[in-house]
């Protein structure tokens, strides 16, 4: 696939370049899962387009955030990175920092909202995390742990808002156009915003063409409401089940660079739509997504995005960290 030269995004706050995105490649190849590019005939059929899973559930700590952890850990001199790291997290990012601390020898704390479910806050623990529960909402969660970290002089991996994380996260696309390059459209969740910048950076520089499209919770519409302003912005509370993308502010840097390159405007969808993508996930993919996981599904399934006929979509399975007593509610 032919490169561009080498260009910067989001460089007012901090740029995120193509060879960020390679450096992130090649260490996730090295230390991650490579997941699979899963069709799905039932639910293709449904929606009169070629519909492709790119399913991270399956990534190690079931859930994309460990690539971003990752990369940002292996950015670091190593000295600092012994020294230990600490992290906010609505669940999936501190399980993902919990997993590479113990992977690399490093201590670990990992700052959560008080109403993080037991799913993600046990297996946190069980990965030998230092668990602090503080806040009710992931921003208050995180200006403690930059606190917590800057005391301390350890390591803060941020779960979206760094250049190494979007690059990470680019990474994902590029992956979706290897294993099928007629892809046209990719829709992903979004919570902070550093999936979607970085499947933006992918798309511009390996397919420009290729039509991307964030999908958020309408109960926690933070970059919406950002975009439509202008600048970042904190919501005074958010109401959605779906922790995975329940955040009330975007990241600065995905900010920047969603704000330079997207074309449409970003999706709502509803817990309700969320869940039933759940329900069809399951039953036509056999693939068990969280809520978050399942909001670029939910978007097709309710109709909020218009697709050509026959068309070949992407939608990215974010996580898999599903509560069980939710998973048998929604069941």
Not at 39 to 50: C, Q
Not at 74 to 98: F, M, W, Y
Not at 152 to 160: D, H, N, Q
């Amino acid at each position: 696939m032919a490169e561009k030269a080498e260009l910067a995004f989001g460089a007012v706050v901090g740029q995120v370049t193509w060879k960020m995105v390679q450096q992130a490649r090649g260490w996730i190849r090295q230390h991650l899962r490579r997941t699979p590019l899963i069709e799905v005939p039932e639910l293709s059929e449904l929606l009169g387009v070629r519909l492709l899973l790119k399913a991270e559930n399956l990534q190690w700590t079931g859930a994309f955030k460990v690539r971003g952890g990752l990369v940002k850990l292996l950015s670091v001199p190593e000295d600092l990175r012994q020294r230990g790291v600490v992290c906010a997290s609505t669940g999936n990012h501190g399980k993902g920092i919990a997993f590479l601390a113990r992977k690399f020898g490093i201590p670990a704390w990992v700052v959560v909202p008080e109403r993080t479910p037991p799913v993600k806050t046990e297996a946190i623990k069980a990965l030998g995390a230092r668990l602090i529960r503080f806040g009710e909402t992931y921003a208050q969660a995180e200006d403690f742990a930059k606190a917590f970290a800057a005391e301390r002089e350890l390591v803060y991996a941020p779960s979206f808002d760094d250049p190494w994380v979007v690059a990470a996260q680019a990474t994902i696309a590029w992956e979706i156009l290897e294993d099928e390059p007629e892809v046209d459209t990719i829709v992903v969740p979004v919570g902070g915003g550093a999936l979607l910048a970085g499947t933006l950076i992918t798309a511009h520089q390996l397919k420009p063409s290729l039509r991307v499209i964030g999908v958020e919770s309408e109960g926690a519409p933070a970059l919406t409401t950002s975009l439509s302003i202008g600048e970042v912005v904190t919501l005074p509370e958010v109401h959605t089940q779906a922790e995975g993308i329940a955040v009330s502010r975007p990241g600065t840097v995905p900010f920047h660079i969603v704000k330079e390159l997207l074309e449409e405007p970003l999706v709502l969808v509803s817990d309700e739509e969320m869940r039933e993508a759940v329900r069809c996930i399951i039953r036509f993919a056999k693939l068990v997504p969280e809520l978050a996981g399942a909001a670029a599904v939910a978007a097709l399934l309710s109709g909020k995005i218009h697709c050509e006929p026959n068309s070949v979509v992407a939608c990215v399975v974010t996580g898999g960290n599903i509560d069980l007593e939710l998973l048998r509610e929604i069941l």
